[in-house]
């Protein structure tokens, strides 16, 4: 569904992105792992048509994300990490004008907004400005726009941050029922444990390459990991910090 | 505890600049440096040069002396006070209370008395940067007329600054007193509608005092009122007299310091109750800036209206020319200046109707006619001004959404197209109207009206697209304040790309109604001559490149943006 070929991306001479190849399959649940700064946002802005890659390419179900957007555009649903949306909107006026883009009005639209608002409790809020949101809830209002059009795959950057743990689980949820129904997301996240329980597969990116990619067991055992936490298993081959040094620096 | 310098809370300021600074050389921004040196550099010497002739002409007549210069420099200093008080105010608001910066400096250890300064500064020169340019060339005029000498620059930075600072305190303590009433987004939209109604109603009311009568010699009695008149200050207790004083008794090589002390002392007096107040006010201020606007909107009107009327467009299209609307519309700071820009029309309307040329002597068709013909320069300036702060930023405020525009299967055509006809159809229709207007009041000939129209047409279709080209092709993703969006360097370029086509589309029309007012001066049959027919042509091909090629540039610009 998703498939990279040869992905780079520099800026100036750093490059953010190092010649990634990648394929997620239909029915996938996908993460990527990595530090800050590994490259993980960058290849994931590249895959919705955000930035363009300095070499190689996106597909999206099969269509090339830069020389035919339109129709590679309309399968998916893309979820940034910061969510700037527009303040003097409301959020169903927001979710309207989202589904606009995607060439969809009507009734069948604000159904569609009742359902989303309902499911992460925004009803309540749905004729407020989005200024009035707080950062949690304008998270729940882009995720429900990602979800607007109900597209083939869903590109994630960090899904969890700024949700309450019960918007998480259901996020989580959410997720795994999109997948088990045929659709497919690839999501970037910090939270190995997340990663862990959730994903059927993962790659992790250091210096914009992938050094591991697979499933956490086929990871474990490339690597000689024995039976070795996704948690240590990620500091093993991004070269985390030592716990003892780090018990230095904060004991000081 | 030690307490960090203020120096130290206002690093991250100009640090910024200078980074700033250091990213545009990195980017080839030495060019933009030349053109607005060049640009600053003309500005500089025309302002120098009108008042050099004019104070030199005044010099030279004997019993007034220095009247009358000192006069006028009261009267500008009293003009930049009170733009400052205003903008003041408003900047106040933001660096107070709405800046970024402002979650790290008040959870930090540092004083009241220490933020407090840093803020006023920040607000001081965010407010007052362009006020104290402008008064650079002022000063020089009368530096080098009244042979002021070298230190005579010292003098007058002396006499200048602590009128800076005033309304600098006294517009930030105007807004922390607003803020403890409202909350600061509240207080923005009140204070954006004050401002601006304000500012409005002070430019109606002299023009509807016509100071042009002042200058007409029967409107006074003898030359001793008119002495009298000169000598009496505007007014003892404004800082902007006192600043007068000073600078003209220097120059009259009769130093009088008390201007300058009554000056400094007023300010030290101000910047220590503007602390003090401070301290009292703004930890309440502060939390009531955290308070979101609560407001719920159906925004079916909308939906109703515009929608239903926009319903033979694509859904796409549709939905962004109505978002496009309703956020112009829900943010105060935008339509407020629909009110300054209503009173600037009819202030020039009131200029038009107040011309003495329908006064039955026969050169009357003359002028009519080149009085229309050059309004065509002088409305498309206006609109070119009017497109700068409404249809420039039009792409830039789309910056921090960019990510679901760009994720989004719209086509960036869509995009363009929305933004070009929701900025430009408002803006036809004033243009229309405005040279219509001014056209029936001139009383001018069908021909002068058709081809007033006609021109004014393919110039706002050509200003529309200019300015959301120069928009797109030098934007400003990450500003704060949507207002600061044109006059940064892209809008200036605008200007100068927008009269350079205003000049050249007159140029092309002007022998063509020189060759129509001729024939109709001289009573022979007006008609279309070949000649004619290829300027207006020359004038619509001009019009119709301008419009396209940057909207094309505009296009390419925007498919390459990366977020």
Known sequence: ?252 | MKQPSLAHVLQPKWRTALQRLREERANGGSGKLVVLALVGGAFWVGVFGVLYRILKALRAVEELGPLIPGKILGLILLSFISILVLSNVITALSSFFLAKDLDLLVSAPVDWLRLYLAKLGETLLHSSWMVALMAVPILTAYGVVFKGGVLFGAYAILAIVPMLILPAVLGSAVTLILVNIFPARRTRDLLSIIALGAAGGVILLFRLIRPEQLARPEGFRNLLDFVILLRGPTSPFLPSEWASQAIMGYLRHEIDLLPLILLWTTAAAFVTGGALLHRVLYPTGFTKAQEGAERFIRGTLWRWTVGSMLGWLPVAKREFVLKDIKLFFRDTTQWSQLILLAVLVVVYLFNIQALPLHRGEPVGFFYVNLVSFLNLGLAGFVLASIAARFIFPAVSLEGRQMWLLRSSPLDLRALLWSKYWVGTVPLLVLGLLLTGLTNALLQVTPFMMLLSLATMAALTLAIGAMALAFGALYPQFETENAAQIPTSFGGLVFMMATIALLAAVLGALASAVTTYVRAAWEGSPVGVTPAMLGWFVAAAALCATATIVPLRLALRKMESFEF
């Open chain 1, 1 to 252: 569904m998703i498939r990279l070929e040869n992905l780079t991306k520099l800026y100036g001479s750093f490059v953010a992105v190092d010649d990634i190849s990648l394929h997620v399959p239909r029915g996938v649940l996908y993460g990527c792992l990595g530090p800050n700064g590994a490259g993980k946002t960058t290849t994931l802005r590249m895959i919705a048509g955000i930035l363009r890659p300095t070499q190689g390419r996106v597909l999206l179900g099969g269509d090339d994300v830069h020389t035919n957007p339109l129709s590679a555009k309309m399968r998916l649903g893309f979820i940034p990490d910061r969510p700037f949306v527009y303040d003097k909107l409301t959020g169903a006026e927001f979710l309207r004008f989202v589904a606009g883009l995607y060439g969809q009005e009507g009734d069948v639209v604000d159904r569609r907004i009742a359902e989303l608002l309902e499911v992460f409790e925004l009803t309540s809020w749905k004729d407020e400005l989005v200024e009035a949101y707080s950062h949690g809830m304008r998270q729940k209002l882009i995720i429900s726009s990602a979800l607007i059009h109900r597209p083939e795959c869903i590109v994630v950057d960090e899904p969890m941050v700024g949700l309450d743990p019960k918007a998480a689980r259901l996020l989580k949820d959410i997720f795994r029922q999109f997948v088990g129904k045929g659709g497919t997301v690839l999501m970037s996240t910090h939270t190995l444990e997340v990663a862990e329980a959730m994903c059927d597969q993962i790659a992790i990116i250091q210096h914009g390459k992938i050094v591991a990619a697979g499933t956490v067991s086929d990871v474990r055992r490339q690597h000689k990991a024995g039976d070795a936490s996704l948690e240590e298993l990620f500091l093993k081959l991004t070269g985390g910090v030592q716990v003892r040094e780090l018990a230095e620096v904060l004991g000081r």
